[in-house]
């Protein structure tokens, strides 16, 4: 619930055609937002995130929502990327960013309900813009008809 508001996620998980960077455009298409994970342990997990970026920002436009999650967070021996290095490659592009530990359920919740509210926000602010859109073509009609 969010702001009273009853939200229903339909997630889709690439389940391992990402390996293959051959990800069917429908993936992309019609995405309201898009969680991107590496794992902290595995440094060309972090490295194929920018091109993943480009990829969505291709393929599903840049006005779609965007998370960075760093997983494995529970694995702190074997950490290889810092969690700054996370921090920065989001604060470049804009989006949020958190540690998470899909196996001791750290920060998971929180993640999705972030992007989903950012999801929320943007598609209340398109609906007003719309609203704007209307008013002006009502207008124009106006106009026309005289
Ligand atoms: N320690 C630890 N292991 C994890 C965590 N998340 C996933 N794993 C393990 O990492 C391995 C890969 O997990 P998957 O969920 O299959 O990863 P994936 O990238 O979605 O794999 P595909 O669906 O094949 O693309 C499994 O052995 C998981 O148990 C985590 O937060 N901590």
């Known amino acids: 619930m969010f702001n009273d508001t009853r939200v229903k996620l339909q997630i889709w998980d690439t389940a391992g055609q990402e390996r293959f960077h051959t990800l069917s455009t429908s993936y992309f298409r019609g995405a309201q937002g898009f969680v991107l994970v590496y794992d902290i342990t595995n440094l060309k997990s972090f490295q194929s995130i920018t091109?993943?970026?480009?990829?969505?920002?291709?393929?599903?436009?840049?006005?779609?929502?965007v998370i960075l999650l760093?997983?494995?967070?529970?694995?702190e021996s074997e950490r290889v990327v810092p969690k700054q290095k996370g921090e920065k490659l989001a604060?470049?592009?804009?989006?949020?960013?958190?540690?998470?530990s899909a196996k001791e359920?750290?920060?998971i919740e929180h993640a999705f309900s972030v992007?989903?509210?950012?999801?929320?926000?943007?598609?209340?602010?398109?609906?007003?813009d719309?609203?704007?859109?209307s008013?002006?073509?009502?207008?124009?009609?106006?106009?026309?008809?005289?």
């Not at 002006?136 to 009609?141: D, F, I």
Request: charged share 35%; aromatic share 10%.
């Open 51 to 65: 091109v993943w970026m480009s990829d969505i920002y291709e393929k599903a436009g840049d006005e779609v929502d």
């Open 70 to 75: 760093g997983n494995k967070c529970d694995k």
């Open 91 to 100: 604060w470049e592009y804009g989006m949020p960013f958190f540690e998470t």
């Open 105 to 107: 359920n750290v920060n």
């Open 115 to 128: 992007l989903t509210k950012e999801i929320l926000e943007k598609k209340s602010s398109v609906l007003h």
């Open 130 to 133: 719309l609203d704007v859109v």
């Open 135 to 146: 008013l002006n073509e009502t207008k124009k009609r106006t106009c026309c008809a005289f």
